[in-house]
């Protein structure tokens, strides 16, 4: 691509694409490896490409350990605060590394090794980060799974993961309820083909008593009190470090595979010249670990390049106030914020002045960054202006593992442009696509897809299936990967993420699919069939709407259907699918082939202007449908 101005970012784009062996083996040397790569980039087949696959090393000796090694072992790598408790605590690098050492001892005495799977369903404690690390530190393969999903979702990921080992603890916190894990893991535990061979629960004392163990899991204090610390193993750079589940078109969760090689290279290249956080300073990403940002951001990326980094449980709002967040930024100096848009709308609507903002000094803060969905202009301007700073949009996805496009903070920035997540990052060749494959020019609007292969830190692939791999992404434009999102670039070469051209929904920031929940609303005796649409909400975004057909004589009243369903849908997926509203309506509009045509229906819930599809089987019943934005917000 070009711009006007040819600006550190667009060169090292330039470079990266012209030179991707030069560029990201001199990238590699912020690494420390046990081998290290003499090849950047080998491609196995016409699908597949595995970054350094001469190196080994080990990504939690590239977290704590040589940090340490270096004498900075009284620097601050952690920092917990939770708003629900009022607990927190920091840890140096020197105690992270020995608590990660002996969980990781723990996790061998249990029986797992390098390869092995170990799935994580814990709230946002340290617990959480000393897991993720041990799990490297031996080689074992974690999957960190949310905690608002519900027991099938839990018992999906373990079925496909197969993990050694389950850790957990005895309760989360969300505002007015305590989200209650041990009950979740054992309804999980039940509908598992493969249940793992070991539970392993942390005891939060706030949040005791509210499910008992089952007899065999294991208390976290004691398998810690009886274990050795294990040193860090050196694993091939294409060894797997993680799956992360994310959601596919089918009920079937998908798992993102990232490696260890590309991806420390990733975190390392990323932190120093997309954040432009040196060694020392404090990065906040107000995610949850559950989620990539959280793994990449929260965990990561901050530690291997020898930053602080703060884990926070709580949210922007009503923990207590919206000054939540600005709290933290005092509190611990922060430098660099990573948060959702949606998290900025809900503290701009409870204070649009900045009133709780003015409370606290922002001293230390210099750049915020967003992502997760696009930051709207109008919360990007709302943003800048309170904070008078700059605030930066960049686009990516659980698949990617960190930015495919950002405004690259550590390099020459450009100008920032309200709506766009700015320019491609070195190693994603980002181009815009028509249905046939075929590349659109400046401004034309089209599937975003990026030319493979993908650069280090990107998916490996799919636990366990190299064919939905290549039919989810790779198929549907030879030689790309498709994103699923659309847009367009400007003149300026500046890019505009408009949406995604599949049935994912961004809710508050969480990636959910319509798909997954038409299939439980289906489940309720009185439904006939039904569409769930996102539509837009003032502060998550999109909201699910369910809009539904009633099976002849059915006998249900709407307020009885609608929490029937609710219900349904927090049961079978959890909380965070937030799907609140449920419309009876006489037909729903189809193509003459019987296929929904949800994109009209989702424009007329949405209140936007929609053509009438030439290929409608029955126009009119587009009359009876609802138009849910002149509704009020549940
Ligand atoms: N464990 C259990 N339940 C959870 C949960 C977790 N980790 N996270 C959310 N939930 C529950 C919530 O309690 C809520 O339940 P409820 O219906 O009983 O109230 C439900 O899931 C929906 O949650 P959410 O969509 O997050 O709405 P909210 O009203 O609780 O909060 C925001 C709204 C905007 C404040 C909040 O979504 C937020 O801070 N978002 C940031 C998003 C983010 O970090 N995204 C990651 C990508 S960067
Ligand atoms: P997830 O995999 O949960 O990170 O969600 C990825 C999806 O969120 C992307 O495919 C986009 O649809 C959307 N998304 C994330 N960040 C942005 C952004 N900055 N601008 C526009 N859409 C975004």
Redesign the pocket.
Known sequence: MSAPNVTGAVQAHRDSITDPHRFWLRAAEAIDWDTPPRVALEHTDAHTWRWFPDGTLNTCHNALDRHVDAGHGDRIALVFDSAMTGHTARFTYGELRDRVAVFAGALRQMGVSAGDRVVIYLPMIPEAVIAMLACARIGAIHSVVFGGFAATELAARIDDAQPTALLTATGGLEPGRVVDYLSTVRKALDLCATPPHAVVVKHRPEVSGTASRQPGWLDWDAVVADAEPAGAVPVPATHPLYILY?SGTTGKPKGVVRDNGGHAVAMAWSMANIYGVQPGEVMWTASDVG???GHSYIVYGPLIAGATTVLYEGKPVGTPDAGAFWRIVDDYGVNVLFTAPTALRAIRKEDPEGAELAKYRLDSLRTMF??????DPQTYHWATEILDRPVV???????TGWAICANPRGLDPLPVKPGS?SVPVPGYDVRVLDADGRELGRTEEGNIAIRLPLPPGSLQGLWNSPDRFRASYLDAFAGYYA???TGYFDDDGYLF?L??SDD?I?VAG??LTTGSMEAVVATHPAVAECAVVGIRDEVKGQRPVALVVLKAGADVDAATLQADVVGLVRDQIGPVAALKEVHVVPALPKTRSGKILRRTIRQIASGEEYKVPPTIEDPAVLDALPNLAAQPNP
């Open positions: 994310t989620w990539v940002v967003a992502a997760g969905e696009r930051l949009d960049h686009w990516w996805q659980t698949e997540a994103t699923g999102d993420v949406g995604r994912v961004n969480h990636r």
